[in-house]
């Protein structure tokens, strides 16, 4: 058991002996195990309003199985996923449905500041995963961000001010921040806001246009970054008092940036990433927490498996044999990412299996095994088992791995 620490009644984060922790409200050690979209159905953004959208095998058996209810639903769902070993929610998730319920989850809501944005000044649009903008630079200079901010914050976040279930906000999803964003900017129309923005940060640098390099690419894309949270996080700190920020997901060439994560330190408590792509996280945990000064949740990962005969086409997942083997990644992914002494939660994606009749649906979430539940609300027994066997054991390997690295010193 480890040792009580100062209670603030907030979730905060903390490092102790080489290892990063949030703490709990009450002051104890806490890891985020939680699970994406935890919902009976697709719950998206429309300019920064939630909104459900239910394919028909999803309607169909939310109405046989539960009665069209939402409490039905969740009080059925959240014991499972207590009983597996879950503590919080992430993304996309019904987080009022959540709070209602005797024994809620931690949770942790994504704001979509700037898809929200992007969405209501328009020139976006969807591709699989996020928002795509014009000259794929996000609209971090223009001149209404602020105010859309504001409202937002004040109409979707102060409410949940001082909440002891709520861990933070994620402040966006998946933002473009590719190494060439300056070139993108001086691609833009001469009167776009981004356009100019990048001709006054080259005249700030005493930079020609025709002489930029490398070097000068990524202190751009640094500016990018730091603009952009700098218009977002003062201002949800002063909506949301003490609660943490959580960062914006990233997920792309980003993700080999020191610049991009030293500037996220700064900002952020705990900086979110999306990885996909890798059997052993370790090794990237640490040099991310490294470079940003601060520990790590990788909010999005996941498989997909062959054996419940969807097609598994779209989604950024691996693609293994059986559910059995899904446990078996998810056990593997998860030693790792404690062992790396610097993750302080893991965000699976996501509760519920696509509806393949939904052709409507965002174009990575179509027609893949993503869920811990079929699209008919069916548990993957297998793979819940094997989730369980590694959630219930976390805080016993945590300690294992600081023991195993303190002995590797001496």
């Known amino acids: 058991m480890h040792p009580r620490v100062e209670a603030t009644g907030r979730f905060r984060v903390d490092r102790t002996g080489g290892r990063w922790w949030l703490i709990d409200p009450e002051g ?13 159905c697709k719950i998206g953004g429309k300019h920064g309003v939630d909104h459900r959208h239910f394919g028909p095998v999803h309607q169909r058996s939310f109405d046989a199985k539960f009665a069209g209810s939402d409490d039905a639903w969740r009080d059925k769902t959240l014991p499972m996923l207590h009983e597996a070993g879950f503590n919080g929610t992430g993304m996309a998730s019904i987080d009022a449905c959540n709070r209602r319920a005797e024994r809620p989850m931690v949770y942790a809501p994504q704001l979509q500041l700037m898809s929200g944005f992007g969405r209501r000044v328009g020139g976006t649009w969807q591709v699989p995963g996020h928002l795509a903008y014009p000259g794929d630079v996000p609209y971090v200079f223009h001149d ?24 933070g906000c994620f402040t966006d999803n998946e933002l473009p921040l590719g190494r060439l964003i300056l070139d993108n900017c001086l691609s833009l129309a001469k009167t776009d806001p981004s356009h100019s923005a990048a ?9 020609s246009p025709d002489a930029i390099d490398d070097g000068d690419r990524e202190a751009f894309r640094g500016f990018v970054l730091d603009t952009y949270l700098r218009r977002v ?5 002063n909506a949301l008092p003490g609660h943490l920020v959580l960062g914006c997901r990233f997920y792309g060439v980003e993700k080999q940036s020191q610049t991009v994560f030293e500037v996220a330190g700064r900002h952020c408590d705990v900086i979110s990433v999306n990885h996909y792509g890798c059997w052993t996280p370790a090794d990237d945990v640490r040099r991310w927490a490294e470079w940003a000064g601060r520990p790590i949740t990788v909010s999005e990962w996941y498989a997909k498996a062959d054996d419940t005969g969807m097609s598994n086409t779209t989604g950024a ?21 404690i062992e790396s002494g610097a993750c302080v939660g893991w965000h699976w994606f996501k509760y519920l299996d696509n509806d393949v009749t939904d052709t409507n649906a965002e174009p990575s979430n179509r027609n893949s095994n993503k869920g811990v539940v079929s699209a008919t609300y069916e548990p993957y027994d297998q793979l819940l088992s094997a989730m369980k066997s590694v959630n219930h054991r976390v805080y016993g390997l945590a300690q294992h791995f600081d023991r195993a690295r303190e002995a590797a010193r001496s």
């Open 28 to 40: 104890y050690r806490f890891l985020h195990i939680a699970m994406n979209a935890v919902a009976p």
């Open 199 to 207: 001709r006054r940060w080259l005249e700030e640098q005493n930079l």
């Open 144 to 167: 209404a961000f602020d105010e859309y901010v504001a409202e937002q914050l004040d109409q979707r976040v102060a409410p949940m001010a001082g909440d002891p279930w709520l861990l």
């Open 317 to 337: 997942g691996w693609t293994v044999p059986t559910q059995a083997d899904r446990g078996a990644f998810y056990g593997h992914f998860v030693l790792s990412l």
């Open 233 to 237: 996080v003062g201002p949800l700190r």
